[in-house]
């Protein structure tokens, strides 16, 4: 089992999120879709959750920019009942194999202006 956490401020990405190039590389096309249909403040909530989300999950899989995983090949989707679902791609997808990682489960959650996320990598065998 292998476990990544991730904690910021929702102010931390204001000025990034604007940038489409900051965009592009941290988020898929659905996650900016599903966002931009959100007014401002579930927007910037929305974002900076996927943000703290993707990180924990870099984390959980002992990756990052310096292994080639970009956060945009770690997508995170809703569930029928609302839960984070994430997804692996590209990169991502192999470094979670190479570790025997088969699911990788993420919980976020939001405090005042706080944003926290937990990510466990789930281990073939489990």
Same mark, same amino acid.
């Given at each position: 089992? %292998?476990? =990544? #956490?991730?904690?910021?401020r929702l102010g931390e990405l204001d000025r990034l999120?604007? &940038? +489409? %190039?900051? &965009? @592009?590389? /941290?988020?898929? *096309?659905? *996650?900016? !879709?599903?966002?931009?249909?959100?007014?401002?403040d579930r927007r910037r909530e929305f974002l900076a959750g996927r943000f703290? =989300? $993707? *990180? @924990? #999950?870099? $984390? !959980?899989?002992?990756?990052?920019?310096?292994?080639? #995983?970009? +956060?945009?090949? /770690?997508?995170? &989707? &809703?569930s029928a009942t609302g839960a984070p679902v994430v997804e692996? !791609?590209?990169?991502? !997808? *192999?470094r979670a194999a190479a570790l025997g990682v088969a699911e990788v489960r993420v919980s976020i959650t939001h405090k005042g202006d706080l944003v926290l996320a937990l990510a466990v990598g789930v281990s073939q065998s489990s």
């Open positions: 089992m %292998w476990i =990544g #956490v991730d904690l910021l999120v604007l &940038r +489409p %190039w900051f &965009r @592009a590389y /941290v988020y898929d *096309e659905t *996650e900016l !879709a599903v966002a931009d249909a959100f007014g401002p703290a =989300g $993707k *990180e @924990a #999950v870099l $984390k !959980a899989i002992g990756s990052g920019a310096a292994c080639g #995983v970009r +956060p945009c090949q /770690v997508a995170i &989707r &809703r692996l !791609a590209g990169a991502a !997808a *192999e």
